[in-house]
């Protein structure tokens, strides 16, 4: 662990725990963004707690990436602070989730710690201001040199307004707006927050919202967008592996692996953090004995440590993401992570 690290969970125990924790993750993003945008100042991060391995990692997304560990889609919704986790030393940025429509998401309270367990809960319900929002920020993003840089992702989900029987044509609306700006899309049918959500992840209601955003993708970007689905850690191996067959059989990108859980007790919402990293590591072993060498697998579930992001990568990962060990290990960790990975993996 890092001086900076231990330096920041130092302050979280003594101050950040004081503060209502939606708040905390405004005055943090707020922050973040303030910083990248002064040059000089972000110069001076990028190069320390920021600072690229030497070599970048390949991926079979189409890009190369300077890190394995990318920030999960949950931190950043709508898109404002991509420069800001990429001046931090994440690998890559999956922002959103994204919905067709602006939705003001749950009400609040909607986000908990669990400081005994590292861990968070949230019930946000897709708070964001729409997909031709985010697709405004992007287009702005990937107007500048440093913007086209970083690798994006983009994370799908449906709206609440809209009728799970209406579903395709919510995500095709999303994936025509985003798909240019887009590195590649994640479709996500696997939060506990919006009702009706989870049932989308039964293959026969996967295999149109799947095809149909492959379609609108390619067709919106002219050229080939990687699509990838993210699952719950709460379906069965049977349920994983037919996902798996979903993906080989629509030559989609891959699977991203996991969401958050529902199998806890303390209240409602999806737990993140250590209590999901077991079945994670389940979850990704299933799909890349199921989907072979070839698809994605983006590995994500309570990675905290360097150890615990080497298990996932031995698992099967290609690549990984993490949101609630950033929370708890703060601005120096991904930065740190990313280099100490980079120093464990074969050359060649």
Do not use: C
Not at 23 to 35: C, M, Q, S, T, Y
Not at 137 to 154: A, C, H
Not at 314 to 339: E, I, M
């Amino acid at each position: 662990m890092t001086a900076g690290v231990r330096l920041y969970r130092l302050l979280f125990r003594t101050l950040l725990v004081r503060v209502d924790p939606e708040r905390a993750h405004e005055l943090a993003l707020g922050l973040i963004r303030g910083v990248a945008a002064v040059p000089g100042l972000s110069h001076a991060v990028r190069a320390t707690l920021g600072r690229r391995p030497a070599t970048p990692v390949r991926t079979r997304l189409g890009r190369a990436v300077p890190g394995v560990l990318g920030l999960a889609a949950g931190m950043d919704k709508d898109a404002t602070t991509v420069l800001g986790m990429d001046m931090l030393g994440f690998g890559y940025v999956e922002i959103g989730t994204v919905t067709a429509h602006p939705q003001e998401g749950n009400e609040r309270p909607r986000l908990w710690r669990h400081p005994a367990e590292q861990a968070l809960r949230n019930r946000m319900g897709f708070n964001n201001a729409g997909a031709r929002a985010a697709a405004e920020r992007l287009r702005r993003l990937r107007s500048t040199r440093r913007g086209r840089s970083v690798v994006v992702g983009v994370n799908i989900g449906k709206s609440r307004v809209t009728p799970v029987e209406d579903a395709v044509g919510d995500y095709a609306t999303s994936a025509r707006l985003l798909a240019r700006w887009a590195d590649y899309l994640t479709v996500n049918v696997s939060s506990p927050n919006t009702p009706g959500l989870r049932d989308l992840q039964a293959v026969d209601s996967l295999r149109p919202i799947l095809s149909t955003v492959q379609e609108e993708a390619d067709r919106a970007a002219g050229r080939h967008v990687p699509v990838l689905v993210k699952v719950a850690p709460d379906l069965d191996d049977d349920d994983v592996r037919a996902v798996a067959d979903l993906v080989t059989e629509l030559s989609l990108a891959g699977v991203v692996a996991t969401n958050t859980t529902i199998a806890h007790a303390h209240g409602p919402g999806g737990l993140s953090g250590p209590p999901v990293h077991a079945r994670a590591l389940e979850v990704v072993r299933l799909l890349r004995d199921r989907l072979g060498p070839g698809p994605v697998v983006i590995g994500v579930g309570g990675i905290t440590d360097t150890p615990g992001a080497r298990a996932m990568l031995a698992a099967g990962a290609d690549l990984l993401q993490a949101y609630t060990g950033f929370v708890y290990r703060g601005p120096a960790w991904p930065g740190s992570l990313n280099r100490a990975l980079a120093r464990s993996r074969p050359r060649g």
